[in-house]
């Protein structure tokens, strides 16, 4: 049986679901159905030979004896991504009649977060009516989307009844009591009914539809399964309202190789390619959070690599990355002294306990998306003893020596847990890292300098840098969940600014008939084309991608080729 202690870390990674059912993604083949049928086990068909299996962990071993299985992987827990934008992003031009005189209209923008506050102003047009048309609550209960078997579907004409009654909250419940979904929505599509039109977002008049995403993860943080429901509800229900459809997305984790090749960025490239679709997703906030460690050995060297526990935390892991070619011993030492031993990587899986902190070791193999080696430390304890805490590497067989380390980010630990030497670079968060999406970083557009929080990128084999561009991140006004207007920071600030100027590029091709094939990669292409950039600086690069959003320049050099084109074609 490949890889026999899969469920182990399943078992160990995350408390989730009723009655100790749990989730995995698989990539599979001919009649998944018959599999359920035989193992008692609920399945969810996301296409293009994607699935969500929920069963008892205990028959997780059981998946590997059928042939329909292509391959298995374990849901990541996300969490949020919350730290004179408008025209320094080149956007308020675009808005005006002597411009572009685009606002959206036509274009579905899709929000998978926290949720949205329906009765806030600036998501009603003039009539009072909601922009919403459609939102699926996955932490609700009720009758969910077709195809789905959890949370609760809310369609537009449901809203405007809620809306019509002086309670409304007794028709629909609040539906974004933490507010970072409002604040995004408002930054791409905020109409300024609340301000009189003096604040409004990037596209104003888009029709959104809206997933709240669950909380099954560590600390009821959502998981990557239900971020690819979200994903495949969104793409369905745009091509049956035949628009084209924007996704924005502010979620991300550091558990993954950030090589963009697991089942769940394979999946959101998927997607990315159905329909007239294009995702936008956030950098992260972990550039300046201590939560990357790089390092090099060579054979018979020994490094210490220390990270220190400042808070009160009850869970944190360290995923390890390695060639598999490379043999490491690892030992793990408490901030009082106490040791585990070499840690034996021919074990696979080990269980022990220091000083009242629970420990598990999990070896993981090559898989048929990457031939590079996982090693996943979990401690858990109540709390985890804080101190210096030593993963001494040593090693004993090694032709590349290069590794990396990722503590859990910020919004699951704070910034109480950081390592001693960390590296800033390669802290993108997934699904970030995916190939396909538009990764947005951050930047302070107050006084022109990058945000030293905004997730920075690498080079994957000298073939993928990301992220593409930057936009401003730093105190951006949007809509406050409960009415109003607050400041927001963060690159899931950002993203938004990316994903309203995707609505109007698409309006202005899609929706006015100027290129019908304005989505994917060729709006990523003329948004990296015509990002601004500085004299001083060499790109791309790890912090700026190909540079500063510019929307105005971008639908320039759109409308330049369009006229080339005709005059080609009259030629």
């Given at each position: 049986?490949?890889?026999?202690?899969?469920?182990?870390?399943?078992?160990?990674?995350?408390?989730?679901?009723?009655?100790?059912?749990?989730?995995?993604?698989?990539?599979?083949?001919?009649?998944?159905?018959?599999?359920?049928?035989?193992?008692?086990?609920?399945?969810?068909?996301?296409?293009?030979?994607?699935?969500?299996?929920?069963?008892?962990?205990?028959?997780?071993?059981?998946?590997?004896?059928?042939?329909?299985?292509?391959?298995?992987?374990?849901?990541?827990?996300?969490?949020?991504?919350?730290?004179?934008?408008?025209?320094?992003?080149?956007?308020?031009?675009?808005?005006?009649?002597?411009?572009?005189?685009?606002?959206?209209?036509?274009?579905?923008?899709?929000?998978?977060?926290?949720?949205?506050?329906?009765?806030?102003?600036?998501?009603?047009?003039?009539?009072?009516?909601?922009?919403?048309?459609?939102?699926?609550?996955?932490?609700?209960?009720?009758?969910?989307?077709?195809?789905?078997?959890?949370?609760?579907?809310?369609?537009?004409?449901?809203?405007?009844?809620?809306?019509?009654?002086?309670?409304?909250?007794?028709?629909?419940?609040?539906?974004?009591s933490i507010g970072h979904g409002t604040a995004v929505s408002g930054i791409i599509?905020?109409?300024?009914?609340?301000?009189?039109?003096?604040?409004?977002?990037?596209?104003?008049?888009?029709?959104?539809?809206?997933?709240?995403?669950?909380?099954?993860?560590?600390?009821?943080?959502?998981?990557?399964?239900?971020?690819?429901?979200?994903?495949?509800?969104?793409?369905?229900?745009?091509?049956?309202?035949?628009?084209?459809?924007?996704?924005?997305?502010?979620?991300?984790?550091?558990?993954?190789?950030?090589?963009?090749?697991?089942?769940?960025?394979?999946?959101?490239?998927?997607?990315?390619?159905?329909?007239?679709?294009?995702?936008?997703?956030?950098?992260?906030?972990?550039?300046?959070?201590?939560?990357?460690?790089?390092?090099?050995?060579?054979?018979?060297?020994?490094?210490?690599?220390?990270?220190?526990?400042?808070?009160?935390?009850?869970?944190?892991?360290?995923?390890?990355?390695?060639?598999?070619?490379?043999?490491?011993?690892?030992?793990?030492?408490?901030?009082?002294?106490?040791?585990?031993?070499?840690?034996?990587?021919?074990?696979?899986?080990?269980?022990?306990?220091?000083?009242?902190?629970?420990?598990?070791?999990?070896?993981?193999?090559?898989?048929?998306?990457?031939?590079?080696?996982?090693?996943?430390?979990?401690?858990?304890?109540?709390?985890?003893?804080?101190?210096?805490?030593?993963?001494?590497?040593?090693?004993?067989?090694?032709?590349?020596?290069?590794?990396?380390?990722?503590?859990?980010?910020?919004?699951?630990?704070?910034?109480?847990?950081?390592?001693?030497?960390?590296?800033?670079?390669?802290?993108?968060?997934?699904?970030?890292?995916?190939?396909?999406?538009?990764?947005?970083?951050?930047?302070?557009?107050?006084?022109?300098?990058?945000?030293?929080?905004?997730?920075?990128?690498?080079?994957?084999?000298?073939?993928?840098?990301?992220?593409?561009?930057?936009?401003?991140?730093?105190?951006?006004?949007?809509?406050?969940?409960?009415?109003?207007?607050?400041?927001?920071?963060?690159?899931?600030?950002?993203?938004?600014?990316?994903?309203?100027?995707?609505?109007?590029?698409?309006?202005?091709?899609?929706?006015?008939?100027?290129?019908?094939?304005?989505?994917?990669?060729?709006?990523?292409?003329?948004?990296?084309?015509?990002?601004?950039?500085?004299?001083?600086?060499?790109?791309?690069?790890?912090?700026?991608?190909?540079?500063?959003?510019?929307?105005?320049?971008?639908?320039?050099?759109?409308?330049?080729?369009?006229?080339?084109?005709?005059?080609?074609?009259?030629?």
């Open positions: 049986m490949p890889d026999a202690n899969f469920y182990y870390k399943n078992l160990l990674q995350y408390p989730q679901g009723n009655m100790g059912e749990f989730e995995v993604i698989v990539k599979f083949n001919d009649d998944i159905q018959r599999v359920a049928a035989e193992l008692d086990l609920q399945v969810e068909v996301l296409g293009y030979s994607f699935a969500i299996l929920t069963l008892r962990p205990e028959l997780i071993p059981y998946l590997y004896n059928y042939k329909e299985i292509e391959y298995i992987e374990l849901p990541k827990t996300l969490s949020l991504i919350l730290r004179e934008s408008m025209s320094h992003a080149c956007i308020t031009s675009v808005h005006s009649q002597e411009g572009y005189n685009l606002s959206g209209e036509g274009v579905l923008v899709g929000i998978i977060d926290s949720g949205i506050d329906y009765v806030h102003p600036d998501f009603r047009d003039e009539n009072g009516n909601s922009r919403i048309l459609f939102f699926w609550d996955q932490t609700g209960s009720g009758t969910p989307p077709a195809g789905f078997f959890g949370g609760v579907e809310y369609t537009n004409s449901r809203f405007n009844f809620a809306l019509s009654h002086d309670q409304p909250y007794e028709i629909i419940p609040r539906l974004d599509a905020g109409n300024g009914r609340a301000s009189a039109g003096r604040e409004y977002g990037v596209a104003p008049k888009a029709s959104l539809g809206i997933v709240k995403l669950g909380k099954r993860g560590w600390g009821s943080f959502a998981l990557t399964t239900e971020i690819m429901r979200a994903l495949k509800y969104l793409s369905d229900r745009a091509q049956e309202l035949n628009m084209p459809l924007v996704i924005n997305l502010s979620f991300g984790t550091n558990n993954g190789s950030h090589l963009g090749n697991t089942l769940f960025e394979s999946y959101i490239n998927e997607i990315s390619q159905q329909g007239k679709t294009a995702i936008v997703v956030a950098a992260g906030n972990e550039g300046s959070a201590g939560h990357h460690f790089s390092g090099h050995i060579n054979q018979g060297q020994e490094m210490d690599v220390q990270f220190t526990v400042a808070a009160e935390v009850d869970s944190l892991f360290l995923t390890f990355w390695k060639s598999f070619v490379d043999t490491f011993d690892l030992e793990l030492t408490t901030p009082c002294g106490e040791r585990s031993g070499i840690l034996n990587p021919t074990e696979n899986f080990r269980r022990f306990n220091l000083r009242g902190t629970d420990i598990a070791v999990y070896y993981g193999q090559p898989s048929i998306y990457n031939d590079d080696q996982e090693i996943f430390i979990l401690l858990r304890a109540a709390p985890i003893p804080q101190g210096l805490w030593t993963l001494r590497v040593g090693g004993r067989q090694v032709v590349e020596g290069e590794f990396q380390i990722w503590l859990p980010t910020t919004e699951e630990v704070g910034l109480g847990v950081s390592f001693t030497a960390p590296d800033p670079n390669f802290t993108l968060t997934l699904p970030a890292t995916a190939e396909k999406v538009i990764s947005v970083g951050g930047y302070d557009a107050a006084i022109d300098s990058a945000a030293d929080f905004s997730g920075r990128g690498y080079a994957n084999h000298g073939q993928l840098l990301k992220p593409d561009l930057v936009a401003p991140a730093v105190n951006i006004l949007s809509t406050r969940s409960g009415g109003g207007y607050d400041t927001f920071s963060g690159t899931s600030m950002a993203a938004p600014f990316v994903t309203g100027s995707v609505a109007l590029i698409m309006e202005w091709g899609i929706v006015r008939g100027n290129d019908p094939f304005l989505y994917g990669q060729r709006i990523k292409a003329f948004l990296q084309r015509t990002a601004n950039r500085s004299q001083e600086m060499s790109y791309p690069n790890p912090l700026w991608g190909y540079g500063r959003l510019c929307l105005k320049a971008a639908l320039d050099a759109l409308t330049a080729y369009i006229s080339q084109s005709s005059l080609a074609a009259r030629d």
